[in-house]
């Protein structure tokens, strides 16, 4: 046991360091409240007139969307990280080379920064911009003590699936040098899949059953989903279940694709 607690204390304190480094940036998330806010207010004035006859549109009346909307951006502001584009810059400025020598999973000394960041965010970004949004639009709460619970490990879930994808595009910085494009064009997709802008049951029958294999669902429509009910516990057991096995899976490819492209990476240099 010991023997583990060793192990993880190197990644503990990447999470400390991650938690401490942002704090240089206090401001930034003192104006995120305001950028979120403003993301929900836009967004509510959208489903209001879209849903102005009092209609039902794929199962989502007026209330459930704009809680639908405002939950998802409190969550994004919690799961979102950078770890590929700190991973970007650190190849071009050849920083990299620092963390290749240390003894430690590269992999997970990003994403246990990425932790400690995220821990930051919730305390002074994700829970003061609920609050906000909460007193000022009317967002409904879970609908169980059950569901938040579940709704809380289907957050956590996006955290990691957003870690390993960021992961995996900040390793094709070695192979690419820039990913700027590449990274640009995973911010739209993931907005656009993940559900976030707007509800997976919206797109085609079709769409949606090609969309259901891949993972970028998990990231804000399911954890959404169980927030508001619309699943059964059978439902939403077998959500989670196929989160974590794409967290599983997503893990371990970036992983492998990490493995491959250190060995071919070149430091330039004195």
Not at 99 to 109: G, N, R
Not at 181 to 197: F, M, N, P, Q, T
């Amino acid at each position: 046991m010991s023997s583990w607690v060793q192990a993880l204390v190197p990644y503990a304190e990447f999470s400390r360091v991650g938690f401490v480094n942002i704090l240089a940036f206090r401001l930034r998330y003192f104006t995120g409240i305001i950028t979120y806010f403003l993301n929900v207010t836009v967004y509510y004035f959208i489903w209001s007139a879209v849903y102005r006859g009092g209609i039902s549109i794929a199962g989502y009346n007026l209330a459930q969307m704009i809680t639908y909307v405002s939950v998802g951006w409190m969550i994004r502001s919690f799961y979102w990280n950078t770890i590929d584009q700190e991973m970007a810059y650190e190849v071009i400025e050849g920083k990299i080379a620092m963390d290749l020598i240390k003894p430690v999973s590269v992999q997970w000394m990003w994403i246990s920064r990425a932790i400690g960041e995220s821990a930051f965010r919730l305390g002074l970004l994700t829970l003061p911009t609920a609050v906000v949004v909460a007193l000022v639009f009317p967002v409904q709460g879970p609908v169980s003590r059950e569901n938040f619970l579940l709704f809380l490990v289907a957050v956590l879930g996006s955290f990691f699936l957003m870690a390993a994808i960021n992961f995996m595009i900040g390793t094709c910085a070695i192979p690419l040098k820039s990913i700027l494009a590449l990274i640009r064009a995973k911010y739209w997709l993931i907005e656009l899949l993940s559900g976030l802008l707007i509800p997976m049951s919206f797109f085609p029958d079709r769409v949606q059953k090609v969309l259901a294999w891949l993972p970028f669902e998990h990231i804000a429509y399911t954890p959404l989903q169980i927030y508001l009910g619309k699943l059964d516990r059978a439902a939403t057991l077998r959500a989670l279940g196929i989160q974590w096995l794409w967290v599983i899976a997503l893990l371990w490819l970036a992983h492998l694709w990490w493995e491959r492209a250190a060995r071919k990476i070149t430091i330039h240099g004195g």
